[in-house]
């Protein structure tokens, strides 16, 4: 008798707790027409990260609403181990003409899956590793970080700018190396600081590390981690009466901190699943690696798409001025808004890593008027000189 | 340096709120012999319950009290799951987890990337926020912190001071001798659940209404186990929760002030484990005296007249 009612209540507990998971997948059709594209997206995060997997969602809801042809399907929160069977899901039972996979961590799997089905078409973002059948693609922000380096260089006060790291690898620490360029040729006595968290998706220990970082004396903040909470911080503290800068990263995020939030960089993933499906629509796909710029319009300015820079901090942009080689004397705005022309006219017109750059440890890696390489970029593992500490092992 | 004491210890505080609300309601639910180990999914429906609110009445107050009434409702499931139907708690507390995190993500889904409209204000102690250093740690923070501490003080009282108490603490320790003596076994327990799943959704208010102000999913980021250690740590007394709370919260802010001078984040984080396994420890050493006076009907489902 105790031991029917114990199965009742785990079947009964289980039953609910189905009922949630099932409840929560998410499943959207377009109506039919007669060439129909169906492409099915594995998320590595939750959506509501407000971050990475968010942003791609966004990109998928754009294009869903743009193509009257195109049917797409989601699976969010799918660990790296598990995308084999999701890929197999889509393919076999949901029939989908094209997978995207969105974390680094599903390369082999997509690799192998384009071997196994011939006659599917495969989108991998973030890895490097291609086939007959496997594309890449990727939207690269580290022209933003420079602008908002050069805002947080010229309005910092302490001198004290901070960085909470996501995990110390290349594409991290290349940014936090942009960034801090922009610092430098706004304000060379400005050093950057710089604590990891080991997580891209941790609210609390970003906000920790954060109010670390302010407690040190920083009072400007930039950051990778997928939430709002160093945003918040900086609100926090700014509200209180000590101003400390922020800068939104890969979503809008300026609504969190209307008074702290002076720029940010945002990712457009929708122009990108634009190209790539409309391409794959005309027949004319090919498995080139897209690496989008700001040129490409994947990589814009802002802290909201309304406003490259949060109106609030415009004239103390524009009082502070500079001089630099090849615009001479030059407010920090117009330097701003002359940089980001370039960098949408491409990486030839201006680019933030051009030598001379020496690591912080005295070393030239970038002679003098070298454009770094995009094999340099991608494998980037030390600090720039104004960069404070060693990148972690 | 002044600044980096004064953050630690104000950090300290906020951080260690939250998980001293759910230990008090975790102390008092295994006290009268329930194991709840659906601390995280309690939490995580209170953050989203209170977050919601706020949002749609513009009071926090009002918030605050669906989170409470969210927890109650959400741990009523593991009550009637553990005392009525006498299942195996650990199984239905790990699926209350699991419930209340894909629930609260479920609900929350909409709100996401929403900031809070209205902030509730640090409420400042007259004269005594003015003392330096104490005044600007101790007496200027928001409601939580000060309700937790008058919460974490009366459970005291209510657990080793009243009759209630020890009715309460009896039903967890020989549930048989407190039927005999008159008590309803279910009554006491579901009331104590329910207690617990108020606290614990009270405790998942402050981290979306204080601590990040916003909802995002894996907002509890593992708390709900931390609370579970913390209620071993104190050795399931209140007052000692207190120590706990803070000193695990300390631990979590220090793993980003300590960083720079080479100390990784992942070793701190590890701390509040390494403490509970110390706790036990010293427990299992301690021959002769029962130390660790964990509940001794605890996880032990009773039925009735059943010896």
Redesign the interface.
């Known amino acids: 008798m105790k031991f029917t009612k114990i199965i009742i209540a785990v079947i009964l507990v289980m039953l609910l707790a189905a009922a949630v998971v099932f409840a929560g997948g998410e499943k959207e059709t377009e109506p039919v027409e007669a060439k129909k594209i169906k492409a099915g997206f594995i998320y590595v995060g939750p959506i509501g990260d407000y971050g990475w997997s968010h942003a791609h969602d966004v990109g998928r809801k754009y294009v869903e609403g743009k193509f009257p042809w195109l049917e797409t399907l989601l699976v969010e929160s799918v660990p790296e181990a598990d995308s084999a069977r999701i890929i197999d899901r889509f393919i076999v039972e949901e029939k989908c003409d094209v997978v995207f996979t969105t974390s680094f961590g599903y390369m082999d799997d997509t690799v192998k899956a384009g071997e196994k089905y011939p006659d599917k078409l495969f989108m991998h973002c973030s890895g490097f590793k291609q086939s007959e059948n496997v594309g890449t693609y990727f939207a690269e922000l580290y022209q933003m970080y420079y602008l908002n380096g050069l805002m947080a260089g010229a309005l910092t006060r302490s001198n004290k700018i901070g960085y909470v790291g996501a995990f110390p690898i290349p594409e991290v620490v290349r940014h936090i190396n942009a960034f801090a360029l922009g610092i430098k040729d706004a304000n060379p006595d400005a050093k950057v600081h710089v604590r990891w968290i080991f997580s891209w998706y941790d609210p609390s220990k970003a906000k920790e590390a954060a109010e670390a970082l302010v407690a040190d004396g920083c009072d400007a903040l930039a950051f990778t981690e997928d939430s709002p909470a160093v945003i918040e911080v900086g609100q926090e503290h700014t509200e209180k009466g000590k101003p400390v800068f922020t800068f939104g990263h890969y979503s809008p995020m300026q609504q969190f901190g209307v008074d702290s939030v002076v720029s940010g960089q945002l990712v457009d993933w929708g122009v990108m699943y634009e190209k790539i499906l409309k391409d794959i629509y005309d027949g004319t796909w090919s498995n080139e690696d897209l690496w989008w710029l700001a040129a490409e319009d994947a990589a814009l300015l802002g802290g909201s798409f309304e406003d490259k820079i949060n109106p609030k901090f415009t004239d103390e942009l524009k009082a502070v001025t500079v001089e630099v080689p090849d615009l001479g004397k030059i407010n920090v705005y117009n330097l701003i808004m002359k940089r980001l022309d370039q960098m949408n006219q491409g990486t030839d017109v201006f680019d933030p890593f051009v030598g001379p750059i020496s690591d912080n440890k005295g070393k030239v890696r970038i002679p003098s008027g070298v454009k770094a390489s995009k094999g340099q970029l991608l494998s980037i593992d030390y600090y720039v000189d104004n960069i404070v500490g060693d990148v972690p092992k | 340096m002044d ?2 004491l ?3 210890l104000n ?1 300290t505080l906020v ?1 260690g709120t939250p998980l001293l609300l759910a230990t008090l309601g975790e102390i008092i639910t295994e006290r009268s012999g329930i194991l709840n180990l659906g601390i995280e999914g309690m939490m995580a429906v209170g953050a989203v319950a209170g977050f919601i609110v706020t949002l749609a009445t513009g009071s926090p107050w009002l918030g605050m009290a669906s989170a409470i009434l969210a927890g109650i409702l959400i741990s009523a ?1 593991h009550a009637f ?1 553990s005392i009525s ?4 708690q650990v ?2 507390g790990l ?2 987890t ?2 209340g995190l ?2 609260a ?2 609900f ?2 909409p709100f ?2 929403r ?1 809070l409209p209205v902030k509730m204000a640090p409420f400042r102690i007259p004269i005594l926020a003015d003392i330096p250093l104490v005044g600007k740690v101790l007496f200027n923070q928001d409601p939580f912190f000060y309700l937790s501490l008058i919460l974490g003080v009366l459970l005291w009282v209510l657990l080793s001071r009243t009759r209630w108490g020890i009715q309460i603490r009896s039903v967890g320790e020989n549930p048989a001798a407190s039927e005999a003596q008159g008590l309803n076994i279910s009554t006491v327990r579901y009331i104590c659940v329910l207690i617990g799943g108020g606290l614990a959704g009270m405790a998942g208010a402050h ?1 979306s209404l204080i ?4 909802w ?4 509890t ?1 593992g708390r709900g186990w931390i609370v579970i250690a913390l209620t071993i740590f104190a050795l399931w007394n209140p007052l000692r929760a207190f120590l706990g709370a803070y000193l695990f919260g300390c631990i ?2 220090l ?3 300590l ?2 001078i080479g100390i ?3 070793l701190l984080g590890m701390m509040p484990y390494l403490a509970t396994l110390a706790v036990l420890f010293a427990g299992g050493l301690k021959k002769g005296r029962r130390y660790l006076h964990a509940p001794a009907m605890l996880g032990e489902p009773y ?1 009735k007249g059943e010896r």
């Open positions: 600044s980096i004064i953050s630690v950090r951080a499931i799951v139907l006498k299942a195996n199984v239905s699926a209350l699991m419930l894909g629930g993500s479920l929350g889904r996401i990337g900031p981290l601590y990040s102000k916003s995002t999913e894996g907002l980021g979590f802010v793993q980003y002030i960083q720079p990784p984040p992942n039925t």
